[in-house]
Protein backbone atom coordinates (compact mmCIF):
# COMPACT_ATOMS: atom_id res chain seq x y z
CA UNK A 1 0.00 0.00 0.00
CA UNK A 2 1.39 3.31 -0.93
CA UNK A 3 1.07 6.24 1.29
CA UNK A 4 1.60 10.40 1.14
CA UNK A 5 3.13 11.88 3.78
CA UNK A 6 1.48 15.12 4.30
CA UNK A 7 0.26 18.03 6.76
CA UNK A 8 -2.60 17.46 7.78
CA UNK A 9 -5.57 19.94 8.31
CA UNK A 10 -8.70 18.02 8.26
CA UNK A 11 -11.95 20.46 8.42
CA UNK A 12 -14.70 18.92 10.11
CA UNK A 13 -18.34 19.95 9.51
CA UNK A 14 -21.34 18.78 11.50
CA UNK A 15 -24.30 19.37 12.60
CA UNK A 16 -24.74 18.90 16.69
CA UNK A 17 -28.07 18.57 18.81
CA UNK A 18 -28.13 22.53 18.95
CA UNK A 19 -28.03 23.11 15.29
CA UNK A 20 -25.03 24.52 15.32
CA UNK A 21 -21.72 23.74 13.34
CA UNK A 22 -18.88 22.03 14.59
CA UNK A 23 -15.84 23.56 13.17
CA UNK A 24 -12.55 21.16 13.58
CA UNK A 25 -9.20 21.36 12.71
CA UNK A 26 -7.03 18.15 13.52
CA UNK A 27 -3.65 19.02 13.83
CA UNK A 28 -1.32 15.66 14.31
CA UNK A 29 1.83 16.93 12.74
CA UNK A 30 2.79 14.70 10.25
CA UNK A 31 0.14 11.57 9.01
CA UNK A 32 -0.21 8.76 6.71
CA UNK A 33 -2.89 8.89 4.18
CA UNK A 34 -4.00 5.99 1.82
CA UNK A 35 -3.96 6.84 -2.16
CA UNK A 36 -6.18 4.40 -2.97
CA UNK A 37 -9.85 5.20 -4.51
CA UNK A 38 -12.73 5.00 -1.51
CA UNK A 39 -15.23 2.87 -2.00
CA UNK A 40 -18.73 4.57 -2.50
CA UNK A 41 -22.15 3.00 -0.89
CA UNK A 42 -25.31 3.64 -2.27
CA UNK A 43 -28.75 4.31 -0.52
CA UNK A 44 -31.39 1.71 0.05
CA UNK A 45 -34.70 3.22 1.60
CA UNK A 46 -37.08 0.35 3.44
CA UNK A 47 -39.68 0.57 1.11
CA UNK A 48 -42.66 -0.96 3.66
CA UNK A 49 -41.88 1.08 6.26
CA UNK A 50 -44.51 3.52 6.58
CA UNK A 51 -46.96 0.82 6.39
CA UNK A 52 -45.65 -0.14 9.67
CA UNK A 53 -45.24 3.45 10.93
CA UNK A 54 -41.53 3.84 10.75
CA UNK A 55 -40.68 6.73 9.15
CA UNK A 56 -37.99 9.67 10.09
CA UNK A 57 -39.10 12.71 11.39
CA UNK A 58 -40.77 13.87 8.22
CA UNK A 59 -42.60 11.24 7.47
CA UNK A 60 -40.15 9.72 4.84
CA UNK A 61 -38.56 6.66 4.31
CA UNK A 62 -35.86 5.58 6.62
CA UNK A 63 -32.95 3.65 4.75
CA UNK A 64 -29.14 2.38 4.97
CA UNK A 65 -25.92 1.94 2.93
CA UNK A 66 -25.32 -2.01 2.30
CA UNK A 67 -22.15 -3.04 1.19
CA UNK A 68 -21.60 -7.34 0.66
CA UNK A 69 -19.26 -9.53 1.93
CA UNK A 70 -17.47 -12.09 -0.03
CA UNK A 71 -14.89 -14.58 0.81
CA UNK A 72 -14.78 -15.95 4.60
CA UNK A 73 -17.11 -13.04 5.19
CA UNK A 74 -20.22 -13.09 3.05
CA UNK A 75 -21.71 -14.97 6.68
CA UNK A 76 -20.44 -12.13 8.94
CA UNK A 77 -22.25 -8.61 9.49
CA UNK A 78 -21.14 -5.38 10.77
CA UNK A 79 -24.42 -2.89 11.61
CA UNK A 80 -22.93 0.83 12.06
CA UNK A 81 -25.69 2.91 13.72
CA UNK A 82 -25.22 6.32 12.40
CA UNK A 83 -24.59 9.19 15.04
CA UNK A 84 -25.69 12.94 14.86
CA UNK A 85 -27.46 14.16 18.40
CA UNK A 86 -30.35 14.76 19.41
CA UNK A 87 -33.20 16.96 19.26
CA UNK A 88 -34.64 18.05 23.20
CA UNK A 89 -37.30 20.64 22.26
CA UNK A 90 -39.67 21.22 19.74
CA UNK A 91 -37.77 23.79 18.09
CA UNK A 92 -35.17 22.27 17.51
CA UNK A 93 -36.58 19.25 16.11
CA UNK A 94 -38.48 21.30 13.76
CA UNK A 95 -34.94 22.50 12.58
CA UNK A 96 -34.09 18.80 12.21
CA UNK A 97 -36.47 17.57 10.21
CA UNK A 98 -35.15 19.92 7.54
CA UNK A 99 -31.72 18.26 7.10
CA UNK A 100 -30.70 14.71 6.47
CA UNK A 101 -30.51 14.40 10.57
CA UNK A 102 -34.45 14.22 9.79
CA UNK A 103 -35.70 12.79 6.61
CA UNK A 104 -34.11 11.37 4.23
CA UNK A 105 -34.67 13.66 1.34
CA UNK A 106 -31.90 15.38 2.26
CA UNK A 107 -29.83 12.26 2.85
CA UNK A 108 -26.69 11.48 0.72
CA UNK A 109 -27.66 9.33 -2.29
CA UNK A 110 -23.87 7.83 -1.25
CA UNK A 111 -21.69 7.93 1.22
CA UNK A 112 -17.57 6.97 1.33
CA UNK A 113 -17.15 3.56 3.47
CA UNK A 114 -14.11 4.32 5.79
CA UNK A 115 -12.54 2.95 8.16
CA UNK A 116 -13.90 -0.02 10.28
CA UNK A 117 -16.79 0.11 6.88
CA UNK A 118 -13.80 -0.08 4.74
CA UNK A 119 -13.53 -2.99 2.22
CA UNK A 120 -9.30 -2.99 2.20
CA UNK A 121 -7.63 -5.27 3.83
CA UNK A 122 -4.47 -2.89 4.47
CA UNK A 123 -7.40 -0.16 5.86
CA UNK A 124 -9.40 -2.61 7.79
CA UNK A 125 -7.77 -6.19 8.96
CA UNK A 126 -10.52 -7.71 10.86
CA UNK A 127 -13.89 -6.79 9.03
CA UNK A 128 -13.05 -5.93 5.46
CA UNK A 129 -14.83 -8.58 3.42
CA UNK A 130 -17.97 -8.90 5.86
CA UNK A 131 -21.21 -7.74 4.88
CA UNK A 132 -20.95 -3.96 6.29
CA UNK A 133 -23.92 -1.78 6.77
CA UNK A 134 -24.31 1.86 8.21
CA UNK A 135 -28.02 2.75 9.27
CA UNK A 136 -29.04 6.39 8.41
CA UNK A 137 -30.11 8.10 11.34
CA UNK A 138 -33.01 10.50 11.22
CA UNK A 139 -35.46 10.02 14.24
CA UNK A 140 -33.12 12.11 17.06
CA UNK A 141 -33.53 9.97 20.12
CA UNK A 142 -30.95 7.23 19.01
CA UNK A 143 -33.59 5.12 17.55
CA UNK A 144 -35.38 4.75 20.82
CA UNK A 145 -39.03 7.40 20.75
CA UNK A 146 -42.14 6.98 20.36
CA UNK A 147 -44.55 9.34 19.63
CA UNK A 148 -46.25 11.82 17.01
CA UNK A 149 -46.90 15.58 17.32
CA UNK A 150 -49.54 15.94 14.72
CA UNK A 151 -49.57 20.14 15.53
CA UNK A 152 -46.08 20.21 13.28
CA UNK A 153 -46.45 17.14 12.03
CA UNK A 154 -43.34 15.49 13.62
CA UNK A 155 -42.58 12.02 14.06
CA UNK A 156 -40.78 10.27 16.43
CA UNK A 157 -40.59 6.65 15.61
CA UNK A 158 -36.80 5.43 16.61
CA UNK A 159 -37.75 2.53 17.89
CA UNK A 160 -39.91 1.39 14.88
CA UNK A 161 -36.88 2.43 13.00
CA UNK A 162 -34.44 0.51 14.35
CA UNK A 163 -36.59 -2.92 14.31
CA UNK A 164 -37.69 -1.89 10.59
CA UNK A 165 -33.94 -1.67 9.94
CA UNK A 166 -33.41 -5.18 11.27
CA UNK A 167 -36.30 -6.81 9.89
CA UNK A 168 -34.58 -5.87 6.26
CA UNK A 169 -32.06 -6.43 7.00
CA UNK A 170 -32.73 -10.08 7.93
CA UNK A 171 -34.29 -10.68 5.41
CA UNK A 172 -31.32 -9.77 3.12
CA UNK A 173 -29.59 -12.39 4.28
CA UNK A 174 -28.62 -11.40 8.03
CA UNK A 175 -30.48 -13.94 9.50
CA UNK A 176 -27.71 -16.69 8.71
CA UNK A 177 -24.97 -14.73 10.28
CA UNK A 178 -22.59 -16.63 11.56
CA UNK A 179 -20.93 -13.34 13.35
CA UNK A 180 -21.80 -10.30 13.71
CA UNK A 181 -21.16 -6.77 15.73
CA UNK A 182 -22.98 -3.96 16.32
CA UNK A 183 -21.43 -0.71 16.23
CA UNK A 184 -22.09 3.22 15.96
CA UNK A 185 -20.82 6.44 16.85
CA UNK A 186 -21.64 9.32 19.16
CA UNK A 187 -25.31 8.79 19.20
CA UNK A 188 -24.70 5.88 17.29
CA UNK A 189 -22.68 4.25 19.94
CA UNK A 190 -25.12 5.34 22.69
CA UNK A 191 -27.94 3.96 19.99
CA UNK A 192 -25.77 0.48 19.98
CA UNK A 193 -25.62 0.32 23.98
CA UNK A 194 -29.28 0.59 24.30
CA UNK A 195 -30.03 -2.29 21.35
CA UNK A 196 -27.38 -4.27 21.97
CA UNK A 197 -29.19 -7.27 24.02
CA UNK A 198 -32.34 -6.77 21.22
CA UNK A 199 -29.38 -7.19 18.67
CA UNK A 200 -28.09 -10.40 20.47
CA UNK A 201 -31.79 -11.66 20.54
CA UNK A 202 -32.21 -11.29 16.71
CA UNK A 203 -29.57 -14.28 16.21
CA UNK A 204 -29.72 -18.35 17.47
CA UNK A 205 -27.57 -18.74 20.43
CA UNK A 206 -24.74 -20.39 17.87
CA UNK A 207 -24.74 -16.93 16.62
CA UNK A 208 -21.32 -15.11 17.42
CA UNK A 209 -22.51 -11.83 18.49
CA UNK A 210 -20.88 -8.67 20.07
CA UNK A 211 -21.36 -4.83 19.82
CA UNK A 212 -19.09 -2.06 20.30
CA UNK A 213 -19.79 1.64 21.50
CA UNK A 214 -17.61 4.41 19.78
CA UNK A 215 -18.13 8.25 21.86
CA UNK A 216 -20.95 6.79 23.02
CA UNK A 217 -20.55 6.99 26.79
CA UNK A 218 -22.64 10.35 27.85
CA UNK A 219 -21.75 10.93 31.50
CA UNK A 220 -24.28 12.49 33.66
CA UNK A 221 -21.01 14.75 34.81
CA UNK A 222 -21.46 18.35 36.81
CA UNK A 223 -20.74 21.06 34.27
CA UNK A 224 -18.52 23.90 35.23
CA UNK A 225 -21.59 26.51 36.26
CA UNK A 226 -22.77 23.62 39.04
CA UNK A 227 -25.08 22.19 37.05
CA UNK A 228 -26.20 19.10 34.81
CA UNK A 229 -26.46 20.45 31.56
CA UNK A 230 -26.43 17.04 29.71
CA UNK A 231 -29.03 15.26 31.98
CA UNK A 232 -31.21 18.20 31.32
CA UNK A 233 -30.90 17.89 27.37
CA UNK A 234 -31.49 14.27 27.94
CA UNK A 235 -34.73 14.56 30.14
CA UNK A 236 -35.81 16.53 27.45
CA UNK A 237 -35.24 14.03 24.99
CA UNK A 238 -36.70 11.35 26.16
CA UNK A 239 -40.08 12.97 27.40
CA UNK A 240 -40.31 14.97 24.23
CA UNK A 241 -39.82 11.96 21.79
CA UNK A 242 -41.57 9.44 24.58
CA UNK A 243 -38.21 6.96 24.53
CA UNK A 244 -39.04 5.57 27.87
CA UNK A 245 -41.19 2.78 26.80
CA UNK A 246 -37.96 1.35 24.95
CA UNK A 247 -35.11 1.82 27.16
CA UNK A 248 -33.50 -1.21 28.84
CA UNK A 249 -35.80 -2.45 31.35
CA UNK A 250 -32.98 -3.73 33.20
CA UNK A 251 -32.30 -0.20 33.92
CA UNK A 252 -35.61 1.78 34.17
CA UNK A 253 -36.65 -1.05 36.38
CA UNK A 254 -34.85 0.72 39.00
CA UNK A 255 -34.25 4.05 37.62
CA UNK A 256 -36.17 6.83 36.10
CA UNK A 257 -35.85 7.44 32.18
CA UNK A 258 -33.88 9.91 32.11
CA UNK A 259 -30.82 8.20 34.27
CA UNK A 260 -31.41 4.97 32.04
CA UNK A 261 -30.43 7.34 28.86
CA UNK A 262 -27.38 7.50 29.89
CA UNK A 263 -24.90 4.63 28.87
CA UNK A 264 -23.13 4.25 32.45
CA UNK A 265 -26.30 3.23 34.23
CA UNK A 266 -26.78 0.66 31.51
CA UNK A 267 -23.68 -1.41 30.55
CA UNK A 268 -23.88 -2.99 33.93
CA UNK A 269 -26.51 -5.07 32.91
CA UNK A 270 -25.98 -5.83 29.59
CA UNK A 271 -26.02 -9.61 28.90
CA UNK A 272 -24.24 -9.34 25.74
CA UNK A 273 -20.31 -9.03 25.35
CA UNK A 274 -19.64 -5.11 24.89
CA UNK A 275 -16.40 -3.50 23.85
CA UNK A 276 -16.25 0.75 25.09
CA UNK A 277 -14.17 2.87 22.75
CA UNK A 278 -14.29 6.86 24.05
CA UNK A 279 -11.87 9.40 24.37
CA UNK A 280 -11.19 10.49 28.20
CA UNK A 281 -11.30 14.18 27.18
CA UNK A 282 -14.21 13.82 24.58
CA UNK A 283 -14.21 17.03 23.22
CA UNK A 284 -17.76 16.64 22.28
CA UNK A 285 -18.93 16.41 25.99
CA UNK A 286 -16.43 19.19 26.61
CA UNK A 287 -18.33 21.46 24.68
CA UNK A 288 -21.81 20.80 25.20
CA UNK A 289 -21.59 18.68 28.16
CA UNK A 290 -19.12 20.00 30.69
CA UNK A 291 -18.62 24.03 29.48
CA UNK A 292 -21.41 24.62 27.58
CA UNK A 293 -22.40 28.49 26.84
CA UNK A 294 -24.90 28.64 29.61
CA UNK A 295 -23.16 27.05 31.89
CA UNK A 296 -19.98 29.69 31.41
CA UNK A 297 -21.67 32.95 30.98
CA UNK A 298 -18.26 35.26 31.64
CA UNK A 299 -16.81 32.82 28.72
CA UNK A 300 -13.90 31.62 31.27
CA UNK A 301 -13.81 28.42 29.39
CA UNK A 302 -14.29 29.89 25.85
CA UNK A 303 -10.94 29.53 24.55
CA UNK A 304 -10.06 25.78 26.66
CA UNK A 305 -13.12 24.34 25.22
CA UNK A 306 -12.39 24.94 21.91
CA UNK A 307 -8.72 24.20 22.09
CA UNK A 308 -7.09 22.00 24.60
CA UNK A 309 -3.70 23.80 24.27
CA UNK A 310 -5.47 26.97 25.95
CA UNK A 311 -6.72 25.39 28.60
CA UNK A 312 -5.20 26.54 32.45
CA UNK A 313 -3.65 24.30 35.10
CA UNK A 314 -7.22 24.60 36.34
CA UNK A 315 -9.46 23.55 33.91
CA UNK A 316 -6.98 20.59 32.99
CA UNK A 317 -7.11 19.55 36.90
CA UNK A 318 -10.92 19.92 36.10
CA UNK A 319 -11.30 17.75 32.89
CA UNK A 320 -9.16 14.86 35.24
CA UNK A 321 -11.51 15.15 36.85
CA UNK A 322 -13.77 14.31 34.06
CA UNK A 323 -11.59 11.27 33.24
CA UNK A 324 -11.94 9.66 36.39
CA UNK A 325 -15.77 9.67 36.30
CA UNK A 326 -15.41 8.08 33.28
CA UNK A 327 -13.24 4.95 34.72
CA UNK A 328 -15.52 4.95 37.56
CA UNK A 329 -18.45 4.76 35.22
CA UNK A 330 -16.75 1.67 33.94
CA UNK A 331 -15.46 -0.28 36.48
CA UNK A 332 -17.66 -3.00 37.06
CA UNK A 333 -18.37 -3.43 33.25
CA UNK A 334 -14.35 -4.03 32.62
CA UNK A 335 -14.10 -6.98 35.60
CA UNK A 336 -16.57 -9.04 32.74
CA UNK A 337 -13.95 -11.09 30.67
CA UNK A 338 -16.06 -11.10 27.96
CA UNK A 339 -16.03 -7.01 27.57
CA UNK A 340 -13.47 -4.95 25.90
CA UNK A 341 -11.91 -1.04 26.37
CA UNK A 342 -10.24 1.38 24.96
CA UNK A 343 -9.91 4.67 26.82
CA UNK A 344 -7.13 7.05 25.12
CA UNK A 345 -6.36 10.55 26.69
CA UNK A 346 -7.07 12.00 23.49
CA UNK A 347 -9.20 15.25 22.29
CA UNK A 348 -11.48 13.78 20.03
CA UNK A 349 -14.54 11.77 19.25
CA UNK A 350 -15.51 8.98 17.17
CA UNK A 351 -12.42 6.77 16.29
CA UNK A 352 -13.55 3.85 14.18
CA UNK A 353 -15.32 5.94 11.33
CA UNK A 354 -12.39 8.05 10.15
CA UNK A 355 -9.31 5.78 8.77
CA UNK A 356 -6.62 7.63 10.66
CA UNK A 357 -7.74 7.02 13.97
CA UNK A 358 -9.40 3.53 13.17
CA UNK A 359 -6.06 1.92 10.84
CA UNK A 360 -3.16 3.60 9.79
CA UNK A 361 1.23 3.45 10.60
CA UNK A 362 0.08 6.62 12.76
CA UNK A 363 -3.31 5.75 14.63
CA UNK A 364 -3.29 6.41 18.11
CA UNK A 365 -2.19 3.52 20.74
CA UNK A 366 -2.23 2.39 23.88
CA UNK A 367 0.64 0.48 25.13
CA UNK A 368 1.92 0.04 21.12
CA UNK A 369 -1.79 -0.97 20.33
CA UNK A 370 -3.84 0.35 18.26
CA UNK A 371 -7.74 0.60 17.97
CA UNK A 372 -8.37 -1.70 15.05
CA UNK A 373 -6.16 -4.01 16.46
CA UNK A 374 -7.66 -4.24 19.89
CA UNK A 375 -11.02 -4.15 18.58
CA UNK A 376 -10.27 -7.38 16.18
CA UNK A 377 -8.57 -8.83 19.11
CA UNK A 378 -11.51 -8.56 21.26
CA UNK A 379 -13.82 -9.67 18.82
CA UNK A 380 -12.16 -12.91 17.73
CA UNK A 381 -11.01 -13.54 21.36
CA UNK A 382 -7.21 -13.53 20.58
CA UNK A 383 -6.87 -11.93 23.75
CA UNK A 384 -8.50 -9.80 26.75
CA UNK A 385 -8.60 -5.88 25.96
CA UNK A 386 -8.91 -3.58 29.06
CA UNK A 387 -6.48 -0.89 27.46
CA UNK A 388 -6.40 2.47 29.67
CA UNK A 389 -4.29 5.46 28.74
CA UNK A 390 -2.24 7.56 30.96
CA UNK A 391 -3.37 10.81 31.83
CA UNK A 392 -3.07 13.56 29.56
CA UNK A 393 -0.66 14.91 28.36
CA UNK A 394 1.68 11.58 28.76
CA UNK A 395 0.32 10.39 25.16
CA UNK A 396 1.91 11.54 21.79
CA UNK A 397 -0.03 9.15 19.60
CA UNK A 398 -3.57 10.95 19.64
CA UNK A 399 -5.07 13.10 16.78
CA UNK A 400 -6.94 15.94 18.79
CA UNK A 401 -8.81 18.15 17.62
CA UNK A 402 -9.14 22.73 18.01
CA UNK A 403 -11.98 23.99 16.66
CA UNK A 404 -13.07 27.24 15.26
CA UNK A 405 -15.53 29.02 17.68
CA UNK A 406 -18.44 30.56 16.01
CA UNK A 407 -18.32 34.15 15.05
Known amino acids: MKFLWVLVVVLVFVRWADGSDWNATELPSLSSMAVSRPLFVG ?26 GYGSGVE ?13 NMKACIFRKKTRRGSSYFMEKEIQFSGILSDKPEENPDFYNWNRVKVRYCDGASFTGEGYNRDVGIFFRGQRIWSVAMEDLLSKGMRYANQALLSGCSAGGLAAI ?38 SFFEGVVTLQGSARNLPRSCTSRMD ?44 WKE ?27 EGFSMSKQNGLFINSCFSHCQTER ?7 NSPLIGGKGIAKSVGDWYFDRSEEKLIDCPYPCDGTCHNLVFRPRK
Open 43 to 68: LTLIPYAASKGAVCMDGSLPGYHLHR
Open 76 to 88: SWLVQLEGGGWCN
Open 194 to 231: QHCDEFRSLFPGSTKVKCLADAGLFLDAVDVGGGRSMR
Open 257 to 300: ATSCFFPQNVVPNIQTPTFILNAAYDVWQIQQSLAPGPADPHGY
Open 304 to 330: CRFNYRSCSADQIQFLQGFRNQMLNSV
Open 355 to 361: QDTWYTN
